[in-house]
């Protein structure tokens, strides 16, 4: 397959190419405002990624409109809804010519999209595994599966789990972009960075090999990030370790900005921090099943104001 219509790699990451999908959906569904307008400019200028992830988004989509089929129909025509998303995403996988054109992995792209388990955008979910474990998805995360008789293989592709291992003569193995990690009877959440896997062990204990690095133990209460070269040293457990799983986020004198990073990563579209406010410090926990309201309470807490320029454009600013 190759990488894009004209066979080029697109160069743009998935979180943009979310982020056009966004844009365009709003001005198929009705002419943009004078302000909405404003914000599509601003995105678009604020980087050349951008409007390379818009002159792919547009190529493919006037492609398809002249497409007599079903899915373009559905797509060009439905309501702005998560089907019609889903269709769109995969109305332009197939006008790119590959997932490529998303950015999901440069040397497997296609893997993500047909990961064994996913889950989306602001939802986690839960399964069962064959051995009894019990394997738990973070927002936008997929994973692939493999057991055999010799080995308990997971593969996080993207984003974050918690796993629950049960016991079994084979060993149980999590395989991040950095390394390999080997869990002995533990209970340890993983995520997945660009550069980096983030580690936490709250049962049992796991044994890491980095790509290129020495192999380390790390033992229950701990947690650490490591890369392909090596691992940094190993510290407590912070508060939001694994808060995720209960539906929570925890912030214990976190930076606003972190904060707000954090919380994007379960609502579409984009949610800004203005550099003047993004010191300040935040304490509490907040559920994520509803990130309108934490934001609600962010202006109630501090002194900050929440600019919604549309529904996935929102922007945490200093208070007048």
């Known amino acids: 397959m190759n990488a894009s219509i004209n066979g080029t790699q697109p160069g743009f990451s998935s979180q943009v190419a979310e982020q056009a999908v966004h844009w365009l959906i709003e001005m198929q569904d009705a002419p943009l405002s004078p302000r909405q307008q404003m914000a599509w400019q601003q995105w678009l200028d604020a980087h050349s990624e951008h409007q390379r992830a818009w002159e792919h988004i547009q190529r493919v989509n006037q492609r398809f409109r002249g497409v007599p089929s079903s899915l373009a129909h559905a797509t060009l025509n439905a309501p702005a809804s998560s089907s019609r998303r889903r269709a769109l995403k995969l109305m332009l996988i197939l006008g790119a010519g590959s997932a490529a054109t998303w950015g999901l992995r440069e040397h497997n792209p296609l893997t993500p999209m047909l990961a064994d388990y996913r889950s989306p955008i602001g939802q986690r979910r839960t399964w069962q595994l064959s051995d009894g474990s019990q394997l738990q998805l973070n927002t936008n995360s997929s994973v692939d599966v493999r057991f055999d008789g010799q080995q308990r293989l997971i593969r996080l592709l993207e984003g974050e789990i918690l796993l629950t ?57 701990r947690q650490l990030s490591f890369s392909a070269q090596g691992a940094d040293p190993s510290r407590a457990l912070d508060a939001n370790s694994g808060a995720w799983a209960d539906g929570m986020l925890v912030a214990a004198h976190m930076r606003l900005a972190d904060f707000l990073d954090e919380l994007g990563r379960y609502r579409r579209g984009q949610l800004h921090c203005d550099p003047k406010v993004a010191d300040l410090l935040i304490s509490g926990s907040y559920p994520l099943d509803d990130s309108e309201r934490i934001l609600e309470l962010l202006e109630i807490s501090l002194p900050v104001n929440v600019k919604r320029f549309t529904r996935y454009w929102v922007t945490v600013e200093a208070r007048v």
């Open 165 to 221: 291992g049960a016991a079994d003569s084979r060993p149980l193995q999590v395989q991040t972009a950095q390394g390999l990690l080997q869990a002995h009877s533990a209970r340890l959440n993983v995520r997945q960075f660009s550069a980096r896997t983030q580690l936490a062990v709250f049962d049992g204990s796991v044994e890491l090999l980095p790509k290129h690095g020495a192999p380390l133990r790390i033992e229950k209460s």
